[in-house]
Structures are given as structure tokens and as C-alpha cells.
């Protein structure tokens, strides 16, 4: 399982701290719920990719001595299963929905992106609407794209993660939009 957890420092830093960063305490097991510290089980690597540079991180993993089950604490510039940093996705969705030129060499990678996002419109809409920032409907799925991602960025992508993960049981770009 994956938490995510604002640091308190951003990618640059995140990556010169490494094992040095602040890695929170998880107290209850997000598996089981049994209500004790779980212990550090390591770290794992994996990429960070922004427009300009690639990085790799180490994410730190914690055990259950209960179930056994696992969990990974991630950066809250991250998602899980996307290499690109979320202010790299989500900057991307706003250019090719404003058509206002993507980088050709990842024309692939940036529909990609599109058709998941695409699928997760009326989550974005039901988050909004349930913490009392609601914005309009349009009929037009393009231009509600277009609001999805100017209401986002309005609320900073990073926040918009950290405070919508969880909400109806997923979190923004995952796989199971796509279902
Ligand atoms: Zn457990």
C-alpha cells in the first residue's frame, strides 16, 4: 500500500536529503488497523521525472510485525505508478487541452495521460463539490477537461493530491478510473 506524505520539502531537496529526510511514523497499520508503530523495512528506488530533469529517489518502506503487508511512504509531488512528477502530468494536460504545443517526442506518453484523466472528470467534480469549492458542469467533456485542470492548478496540483487522495476510496490518476 502507498501513503502520501508532504515533507515539507520539494524534489530537489527530497532527493539531496535521501535517507536523511523527516520519514513520518506510521502508527496504525493501514492493512490490518492494528494500532501500533510499524517498522522501517528499507527503502526502494524510483524515478522522478520532471520537464527538465530526472531523478532518483529513494522511498521508504515500513513492515507490519502484525500482517506482514507493507507500506511506502511517497513525496506528495508524486502519484504512484507515474514516473513524471504531478506538476509535470498536470502541466502537460493544460497544453494539450489549450492546444498550445506539447513536445512532440511524448505526443504517446501525453494521451495517455489524457485518456486517464479524462476518466477521472466526475471524481475531480464530486472532490470539489464535497469540500464546498464546486465549479460547473459543462456538457462538452473537452471543456470540462479544461476546467478540471484550471481548477486544479488554481488549487495547486501537489495540495489537490495530498488532500483529495483517499476520497471515495482512490486518489487522482489511478488505474481503477480506467475499469
Ligand atoms: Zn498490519
Redesign the pocket.
Known amino acids: 500500500m502507498i501513503l502520501i506524505h508532504d515533507f515539507g520539502v520539494d524534489l530537489e531537496t527530497y532527493h539531496e536529503l535521501g535517507k536523511n529526510n523527516d520519514f513520518p511514523m506510521v502508527e496504525e497499520?493501514?492493512?490490518?488497523?492494528?494500532k501500533?508503530s510499524?517498522h522501517r523495512h528499507g527503502f526502494y528506488e524510483r524515478n522522478a521525472i520532471t520537464a527538465e530533469k530526472e531523478y532518483r529517489l529513494l522511498i521508504c518502506r515500513f513492515r507490519?510485525?502484525?500482517?506482514?503487508?507493507t507500506v511506502s511512504i511517497l513525496p506528495h509531488f508524486l502519484l504512484p505508478y507515474f514516473q513524471h512528477t504531478t506538476r509535470t502530468i498536470v502541466q502537460w494536460l493544460h497544453d494539450v487541452l489549450h492546444q498550445t504545443g506539447t513536445n512532440p517526442s511524448k505526443r504517446q506518453l501525453i494521451s495517455f495521460y489524457l485518456r486517464r484523466f479524462i476518466q477521472t472528470i466526475s471524481w475531480i467534480y464530486m472532490y470539489f463539490a464535497s469540500v464546498k469549492k464546486s465549479f460547473g458542469w459543462e456538457r462538452d467533456t473537452q471543456q470540462q477537461a479544461c476546467r478540471s485542470i484550471g481548477k486544479i492548478q488554481q488549487w495547486g496540483e501537489e495540495r489537490f493530491v495530498k488532500e483529495s487522495w483517499g476520497y471515495l476510496s482512490t486518489y487522482f490518476m489511478a488505474h481503477c478510473f480506467g475499469r
Do not use: T
Open positions: 497499520c493501514p492493512h490490518c488497523h492494528a501500533h510499524l507490519c510485525s502484525i500482517c506482514f503487508q
